[in-house]
């Protein structure tokens, strides 16, 4: 793979909270907590997922595509004015985050269909080829996801655990952020996503805690269950 050791393995388990809450104590005594977090160890993500006009990204996610990439903006908890571009790239259990801010009249341009604009007035390389994909494979805003996050971190080994409870989708694109927007939860209830990021080898004793219990670990992607929610919720309503 190439630039390989700028890539992270990324192991995911969709679980039952209890199973969870188990793991959580565990790695609590053993890791420290994210320090960006709140009093209660909690913060939230706001995610704007893009796709193009095939909608390429969710259907690479259904055939499981080696490699694939996603653009999204993002934000953490209410601070909507600090926004984030990212590009995630996916190599089969491999990741690879690019990023950059993301200014506020900057956001409004892309999502009002001015992409050129902020191209030609950017020097930021990462935002210009975002701006590109807009114009040349059509890529639009699709989904919001939205959840909260716990997560523990080992800083010397680069390990990176999070909990993410209470994961949900909106089409309510326009509000994403004022962050009032309706939700739709994408998963059961009493359902949430565990991911484990390290770089070249997970310790022994962080690997021993996910040992103990009986995790599966699989491929999920928020953003195309997020998809399949806003779906099955369009459906349901022209029923009604």
């Not at 793991?23 to 907590?33: E, M, P, Y």
């Not at 160890?41 to 080696?66: M, P």
């Not at 990023?99 to 935002?127: F, H, P």
């Amino acid at each position: 793979m190439k630039n390989i050791k700028n890539y992270r393995s990324e192991w995911k388990y969709c679980e039952k909270e209890a199973d969870l809450l188990a793991i959580k104590q565990r790695l609590s005594a053993i890791l420290d907590r994210d320090p960006h977090a709140g009093e209660n160890g909690r913060y939230s993500i706001h995610s704007l997922y893009f796709d193009d006009y095939k909608n390429t990204c969710a259907r690479e996610n259904v055939a499981g595509e080696g490699k694939r990439f996603k653009w999204r903006i993002r934000y953490y908890s209410n601070n909507s004015s600090k926004i984030w571009l990212e590009k995630k790239i996916k190599q089969n259990s491999y990741c690879h985050k690019r990023q950059c801010l993301l200014s506020i009249k900057e956001y409004q341009a892309i999502v009002d269909g001015r992409a050129m604009d902020v191209y030609w007035e950017t020097q930021e390389n990462l935002l210009k080829e975002f701006c590109i994909d807009i114009a040349t494979k059509g890529f639009s805003p699709k989904v919001i996801i939205e959840y909260e996050r716990e997560a523990f971190v080992e800083i010397i080994s680069n390990v990176r655990i999070t909990l993410d409870n209470n994961i949900s989708a909106s089409d309510e694109i326009d509000r994403f952020l004022c962050g009032d927007y309706f939700r739709i939860p994408i998963l059961e209830n009493h359902k949430h996503i565990l991911e484990v990021k390290f770089d070249d080898v997970l310790p022994s004793y962080i690997r021993a805690v996910l040992q103990s219990s009986v995790l599966i670990q699989q491929s999920f992607s928020k953003y195309y269950l997020g998809r399949v929610a806003i779906q099955e919720n369009r459906k349901y309503c022209k029923i009604m």
